[in-house]
């Protein structure tokens, strides 16, 4: 059964709830009618999709509202500077999440916290953050959605009170890759071609509000940066980069495994589970392929920019080793003791704490020479070696 969902609903009803009606930068709206109507055609939304749906909708439209109005009652945020922000960025299951909580160990780090992410007014002060009530209610949001989702957690958890991607903000203005556990082939096609530059204008202008009240320079993670890096560096035109790198036969496999993870049959009504690994073994082999092409493109054409790679056996090898060779690519030091703070947090990071999980490539409907043709050039290009010393990419739970 086909479910509707509407984008004028949602928007009424967030200007209703919220007082406000100007969502500012534009680019936003037909972001949001092209998702809406792949959700209507293509994801055989259930009863319970559609709740979540509305919820994910609501809350998105409601935090625009309130950035953009707080925006305009405070001017002066349009000229504040955002300085030499850091972007962990690389396909998914790289090692990403491990060395977003490893630079989060280095004070000097503002990193985006998930629960001011989605309630960025007021700013939240740097003394509140242990305390503020938005913090508590992010808490009860993730126990709910773990609740529901129970093997979820162990594919890939953020702790509420911890950073969070930032891609987030670029959810609200419905420009972000993150709509893919929903089944939206269409949106994702209008995603890939889309222009960044008011997302992003978007981004940074979340980034302004946040650090009014609670500033330090920004450390932020986000994979799908490769997509766009032309519009993240003409934003912050002094970023840096650091790219992850990892055999795509890893990353392929865990994405397709993590997307059903999240028991994309509760969002729809269609319930072949044969029909969605499959799905979803195709959509990340051409997810991830896209990333590295287009990050490719970018540094083939801007051979000068701020970008550091970081291979994935070098990083499980020694992570703090890693991020010390990092931080003196982009001349600059460790701070005393940050090296006994990321120690800390590795030995608080261990990779099946939440429980192991194992599958394999082919249980997606994927075969090793597939993921071999679709990411050849990469291969190539970063030296990574083709892992042909067993029968499947079969592994277990990665961070």
């Given at each position: 059964m086909s479910r509707t969902v509407h984008a004028d609903a949602f928007v009424d009803a967030a200007c209703r709830n919220t007082g406000f009606s100007d969502f500012g930068i534009p680019g936003w709206r037909e972001n949001l009618?092209?998702?809406?109507?792949?959700?209507?055609?293509?994801a055989d939304l259930s009863e319970l999709g559609?709740?979540?749906?509305?919820?994910?909708?609501?809350?998105?439209?409601?935090?625009?509202?309130r950035v953009v109005e707080y925006t305009k009652r405070h001017p002066e945020l349009a000229a504040a500077r955002v300085e030499t922000p850091l972007f962990v960025c690389g396909m998914m299951r790289t090692g990403t999440t491990l060395l977003y909580e490893l630079l989060h160990a280095d004070l000097r780090a503002r990193c985006l916290m998930k629960w001011e992410s989605m309630a960025c007014v007021p700013p939240p002060r740097a003394d509140h953050f242990d305390s503020d009530p938005r913090l508590i209610e992010a808490r009860?949001?993730?126990?709910?959605?773990?609740?529901?989702?129970?093997?979820?957690?162990?594919?890939?958890?953020?702790?509420?009170?911890?950073?969070?991607?930032?891609?987030?903000?670029?959810?609200?203005?419905?420009?972000?890759?993150?709509?893919?556990?929903?089944?939206?082939?269409?949106?994702?096609?209008h995603f890939n071609r889309s222009d960044?530059?008011?997302?992003?204008?978007?981004?940074?202008?979340?980034?302004?509000?946040?650090?009014?009240?609670?500033?330090?320079?920004?450390?932020?993670?986000?994979?799908?940066?490769?997509?766009?890096?032309?519009?993240?560096?003409?934003?912050?035109?002094?970023?840096?980069?650091?790219?992850?790198?990892?055999?795509?036969?890893?990353?392929?496999?865990?994405?397709?495994?993590?997307?059903?993870?999240?028991?994309?049959?509760?969002?729809?009504?269609?319930?072949?589970?044969?029909?969605?690994?499959?799905?979803?073994?195709?959509?990340?082999?051409?997810?991830?392929?896209?990333m590295v092409d287009k990050m490719m493109d970018y540094r083939a054409a801007h051979p000068k920019a701020a970008i550091s790679d970081l291979h994935y056996d070098d990083f499980s090898r020694d992570p703090v080793a890693s991020v010390r060779e990092i931080f003196e690519a982009f001349g600059e030091s460790?701070?005393?003791?940050v090296e006994a703070r990321m120690k800390r947090r590795l030995a608080d990071s261990a990779a099946d704490r939440f429980g192991a999980r194992t599958f394999a490539l082919e249980e997606f409907g994927l075969t090793r020479a597939a993921v071999h043709?679709?990411?050849?050039?990469?291969?190539?290009?970063?030296?990574?070696?083709r892992d042909a010393s067993r029968e499947s990419a079969r592994v277990g739970r990665e961070p």
């Amino acid at each position: 059964m086909s479910r509707t969902v509407h984008a004028d609903a949602f928007v009424d009803a967030a200007c209703r709830n919220t007082g406000f009606s100007d969502f500012g930068i534009p680019g936003w709206r037909e972001n949001l009618d092209v998702l809406c109507a792949s959700l209507s055609n293509e994801a055989d939304l259930s009863e319970l999709g559609v709740e979540m749906t509305w919820q994910w909708m609501l809350r998105r439209l409601e935090n625009r509202l309130r950035v953009v109005e707080y925006t305009k009652r405070h001017p002066e945020l349009a000229a504040a500077r955002v300085e030499t922000p850091l972007f962990v960025c690389g396909m998914m299951r790289t090692g990403t999440t491990l060395l977003y909580e490893l630079l989060h160990a280095d004070l000097r780090a503002r990193c985006l916290m998930k629960w001011e992410s989605m309630a960025c007014v007021p700013p939240p002060r740097a003394d509140h953050f242990d305390s503020d009530p938005r913090l508590i209610e992010a808490r009860r949001q993730v126990a709910e959605v773990f609740a529901r989702t129970p093997e979820a957690k162990a594919a890939h958890y953020e702790a509420p009170d911890g950073p969070t991607e930032c891609v987030e903000l670029l959810t609200q203005h419905f420009a972000a890759q993150d709509w893919s556990w929903w089944r939206v082939p269409s949106y994702l096609d209008h995603f890939n071609r889309s222009d960044m530059r008011n997302a992003m204008s978007y981004h940074r202008q979340c980034l302004a509000l946040l650090q009014s009240a609670a500033p330090g320079r920004w450390t932020l993670k986000a994979p799908a940066h490769l997509l766009y890096l032309d519009a993240l560096f003409e934003t912050y035109p002094d970023a840096r980069v650091i790219v992850t790198h990892r055999d795509p036969l890893r990353c392929v496999a865990s994405m397709a495994h993590m997307s059903c993870s999240y028991k994309p049959e509760i969002l729809s009504d269609r319930h072949d589970h044969g029909s969605l690994r499959s799905y979803y073994g195709a959509l990340w082999l051409e997810n991830l392929g896209t990333m590295v092409d287009k990050m490719m493109d970018y540094r083939a054409a801007h051979p000068k920019a701020a970008i550091s790679d970081l291979h994935y056996d070098d990083f499980s090898r020694d992570p703090v080793a890693s991020v010390r060779e990092i931080f003196e690519a982009f001349g600059e030091s460790f701070v005393p003791d940050v090296e006994a703070r990321m120690k800390r947090r590795l030995a608080d990071s261990a990779a099946d704490r939440f429980g192991a999980r194992t599958f394999a490539l082919e249980e997606f409907g994927l075969t090793r020479a597939a993921v071999h043709e679709r990411f050849e050039r990469y291969y190539e290009a970063f030296g990574i070696a083709r892992d042909a010393s067993r029968e499947s990419a079969r592994v277990g739970r990665e961070p």
